[in-house]
């Protein structure tokens, strides 16, 4: 009964679209529309095309409500004639063409890319949500987009993202946490803006990233911290400390036992310094040279990683936070935050991390001895 449209019904049409009745143009609309939808994959193209005439013809004449109905209607079917789809997503009012922007696939990229450059935000928040998105159209979305477009974008894995593109919602997650922790759970996030992100973001979004992150995004966001905490450093002291005496102190205590929280813990009240270190660089395996920038850092992630390898307890921990010499003193929530990083951080992780810190500083160490050699040398 749908595979054509009547000759009766196109005459009322014409009378419907001339005359002036609104209301039966609106009910002309539905029951094209319904006659449509129920015949919608058995229809070939010269039929739809039938219908697509007749819907354009209707479109122009009918009042807001009823097309953001119909948009509704055709937004998932895959025969959807054309012109009319086209016709609903250029519409300037937004809920009368977000539907099809959002769920057609009958709009072109240059359709998309048309709206996108000439329509307002709600046109734009539907785009990004789409099911798929080139580069190009994500790009476009993002420097035209307000901060509802962003986060939808970026919580999209449909979308695909530029460099660029991915740099400018970079910078704007310094600003926006929960923007920071979408970016921070796409897997195509390059790794060199991973990094760039975990450093600007803040302690609570680290820990709600490795809270929500799959296993292989969790070793990522690892890493991406690891890197920030080995670049981000104070400059050292002007004369390197003598830990010798410490270290001699930590192996005696421990064959004896007593190398454990209470004793460390009464090493940070007495802003024992040296036997601070020593202490969780003999716990943890890791050299001194790894755990003494990271008692003079401003960011505390480093220092928290170093004293859950060495097996210290929270307790201990907050006390070697508080009096760490020539630092500025730790707010509370800080220290709140901290303890989540704390408590989050497995063993292993902590020791994996602290491991490989180590390792590296001591690559660092022998390259600088081999070119010491090398020049003495020449």
Same mark, same amino acid.
């Given at each position: 009964?749908?595979?054509?449209? !009547?000759?009766?019904? =196109?005459?009322e049409?014409?009378?419907?679209?001339?005359?002036?009745? %609104? *209301?039966r143009?609106?009910?002309?609309?539905?029951?094209?529309?319904s006659?449509?939808?129920a015949d919608?994959?058995?229809? $070939?193209d010269?039929?739809?095309?039938?219908f697509?005439?007749?819907?354009?013809?209707? =479109? @122009?004449?009918?009042?807001?409500?009823?097309?953001?109905?119909?948009?509704?209607?055709?937004? #998932?079917? #895959? !025969?959807?004639?054309?012109?009319?789809v086209?016709?609903?997503?250029?519409? *300037?009012d937004?809920?009368?063409?977000a %539907?099809?922007?959002?769920?057609?696939?009958?709009?072109?990229?240059?359709d998309?890319? @048309?709206?996108?450059?000439?329509?307002g935000?709600?046109?734009l928040?539907?785009?990004s #949500?789409?099911?798929t998105?080139n @580069?190009?159209l !994500?790009?476009?979305?993002?420097?035209?987009?307000?901060?509802?477009v962003r986060?939808?974008?970026?919580?999209?894995s449909?979308a695909?993202?530029?460099?660029? #593109?991915?740099?400018?919602?970079?910078?704007?997650?310094?600003r926006?946490?929960?923007?920071?922790e979408?970016?921070?759970?796409?897997a195509?996030i390059?790794?060199e803006?991973?990094?760039?992100?975990?450093?600007?973001?803040?302690?609570?979004?680290?820990?709600?990233?490795?809270?929500?992150?799959?296993?292989?995004?969790?070793?990522?966001?690892?890493?991406?911290?690891?890197?920030?905490?080995?670049?981000?450093?104070? %400059?050292? %002291?002007?004369?390197p400390?003598?830990?010798?005496?410490?270290?001699?102190?930590?192996?005696?205590?421990?064959?004896?036992?007593?190398?454990?929280?209470?004793?460390?813990?009464?090493?940070?009240?007495?802003?024992?310094?040296?036997?601070?270190?020593?202490?969780i660089?003999?716990?943890?395996?890791?050299? =001194?040279? !790894?755990? @003494?920038?990271?008692?003079?850092?401003?960011?505390l992630?480093?220092?928290?990683?170093?004293?859950?390898?060495?097996r210290?307890? &929270?307790?201990?921990?907050?006390? =070697?936070?508080? $009096?760490?010499?020539?630092?500025?003193?730790?707010?509370?929530?800080?220290?709140q935050?901290?303890?989540e990083?704390?408590?989050?951080?497995?063993?292993?992780?902590?020791?994996?991390?602290?491991?490989? &810190?180590?390792?590296?500083?001591?690559?660092k160490?022998n390259?600088?001895?081999?070119?010491?050699?090398a020049?003495?040398?020449?």
């Amino acid at each position: 009964m749908a595979a054509a449209v !009547s000759a009766a019904l =196109i005459v009322e049409l014409d009378n419907a679209v001339n005359g002036r009745s %609104p *209301e039966r143009r609106i009910e002309i609309l539905r029951r094209v529309t319904s006659l449509f939808l129920a015949d919608a994959d058995r229809l $070939n193209d010269v039929q739809v095309d039938v219908f697509d005439d007749v819907l354009v013809r209707l =479109i @122009e004449r009918v009042e807001a409500q009823t097309l953001a109905q119909l948009s509704s209607n055709l937004s #998932g079917v #895959g !025969s959807a004639p054309k012109a009319a789809v086209r016709q609903l997503a250029f519409h *300037e009012d937004a809920s009368v063409a977000a %539907p099809v922007l959002k769920k057609s696939n009958r709009l072109s990229e240059q359709d998309l890319a @048309e709206i996108a450059n000439t329509r307002g935000q709600r046109h734009l928040l539907a785009i990004s #949500g789409r099911e798929t998105l080139n @580069e190009s159209l !994500s790009d476009l979305l993002v420097k035209r987009g307000d901060s509802a477009v962003r986060s939808t974008l970026a919580q999209n894995s449909g979308a695909r993202l530029s460099g660029a #593109g991915y740099a400018a919602l970079v910078q704007d997650a310094e600003r926006d946490d929960s923007l920071a922790e979408k970016l921070g759970l796409r897997a195509d996030i390059p790794a060199e803006l991973l990094r760039e992100l975990v450093a600007k973001a803040t302690d609570r979004v680290r820990t709600r990233l490795l809270k929500s992150a799959s296993p292989e995004m969790q070793e990522r966001i690892r890493a991406a911290v690891a890197k920030v905490a080995e670049q981000v450093h104070v %400059p050292p %002291p002007p004369k390197p400390i003598d830990y010798t005496e410490s270290r001699s102190k930590m192996i005696q205590l421990n064959r004896t036992g007593k190398l454990n929280d209470t004793t460390v813990n009464r090493f940070a009240v007495q802003r024992d310094y040296t036997d601070v270190v020593a202490a969780i660089s003999f716990l943890s395996a890791a050299a =001194i040279g !790894s755990i @003494e920038p990271l008692m003079r850092n401003a960011r505390l992630d480093g220092l928290i990683v170093a004293c859950k390898a060495a097996r210290l307890n &929270w307790a201990t921990t907050t006390m =070697i936070i508080r $009096n760490r010499p020539g630092c500025a003193p730790v707010s509370k929530q800080e220290l709140q935050q901290g303890q989540e990083v704390f408590e989050t951080l497995s063993l292993s992780a902590a020791q994996h991390t602290i491991q490989f &810190w180590s390792a590296q500083n001591m690559a660092k160490k022998n390259d600088r001895s081999n070119t010491a050699v090398a020049a003495i040398k020449v």
